[in-house]
């Protein structure tokens, strides 16, 4: 044991200065702390995020539908900006009690069904549209082993090593050590499966495909975290064949850019409402510049 070592006291206390980067919005109790209402727009689905990866993995469903011609699928997004606590209004509460990005209200329901969690959202839509998950039970079972694969090796990556890699108050070896090998023995596992499927699940693009790439893809290439070198990223051939055909695909494209805040500003859709607010709201567009 180093002299500086941590020894848990008998009842934990918050303390409110500590957290790393994001300890003004962490608190360890849940509900509102301030009356906001949500906007809402006239398209049927109504959603409230941030282009985080996991903002990303809705956004991405939503293009693609429709590109596959699904009018229902039309959509309003509208911007949470999670570093501003706006996940913590009462009116966002009410579609997610857990107050995290992304959420969803369908209201082409009566009532209006509100859904939550990035992987609740996108097989609510596989559902409604019958796309994006194949219906033979062999290969729909497949898609949703590695969906759900993502929901839970996900916090491993992001709230371990992302947090501890890269957003700590200080470097520390042991959580760093610990979530690197889990982190790269997760690229493994998906590089093995890769090496014989052109997407995760098999053959065909599913929605398992749309809940890892805004995570691992991006890991790879070096857009979260800056740890691409540090994890060898090049090594893992098959991901990086993955990750680049599907980073080609122009559904994708468009769906990184929504609800984007940061990086080139003819990249960042701050809001969108139409097809053409890609060509016409982007930030470049609408005289915004690029943000850290």
Do not use: C
């Not at 194949?134 to 497949?142: D, S």
């Not at 080139?264 to 690029?290: V, W, Y």
Request: aromatic share 12%; charged share 25%.
């Amino acid at each position: 044991m180093t002299d500086d070592s941590y020894t848990p006291p008998r009842v934990w206390k918050w303390d409110q200065e500590s957290g790393g980067k994001f300890a003004n919005i962490n608190r360890p109790v849940a509900g509102p702390t301030h009356e906001k209402a949500l906007p809402q727009g006239e398209h049927p689905l109504q959603l409230y995020s941030l282009a985080t990866p996991n903002g990303v993995k809705v956004t991405i469903m939503l293009e693609e539908l429709l590109a596959l011609g699904f009018d229902g699928a039309e959509y309003d997004a509208f911007l949470i900006d999670i570093t501003e606590g706006d996940q913590f209004g009462s009116g966002f509460v009410e579609v997610n009690p857990n107050s995290k990005i992304p959420a969803m209200l369908d209201q082409s329901m009566r009532p209006p069904i509100r859904v939550f969690e990035s992987g609740s959202i996108l097989l609510y839509l596989a559902e409604k549209f019958s796309a994006f998950l194949p219906h033979t039970p062999a290969q729909r079972t497949e898609a949703l082993n590695w969906l759900f694969w993502q929901m839970g090796a996900g916090p491993l990556l992001g709230g371990g090593f992302g947090h501890f890699y890269a957003y700590a108050p200080e470097p520390y070896e042991y959580p760093i050590n610990r979530y690197t090998m889990e982190v790269k023995r997760q690229l493994d596992v998906l590089d093995r499966q890769l090496a014989d499927h052109t997407y995760i699940a098999g053959n065909e693009y599913t929605i398992a495909d749309m809940a890892i790439w805004p995570w691992y893809g991006a890991l790879v290439k070096g857009r979260v975290y800056d740890a691409a070198e540090f994890l060898e990223a090049h090594t893992y051939r098959n991901v990086i064949r993955w990750t680049d055909e599907i980073a080609e695909r122009p559904a994708v494209r468009r769906g990184r850019m929504v609800n984007r805040t940061w990086g080139e500003p003819e990249e960042q859709l701050h809001e969108r409402h139409d097809a053409s607010d890609f060509d016409n709201r982007t930030q470049d567009k609408i005289g915004g510049g690029a943000e850290d």
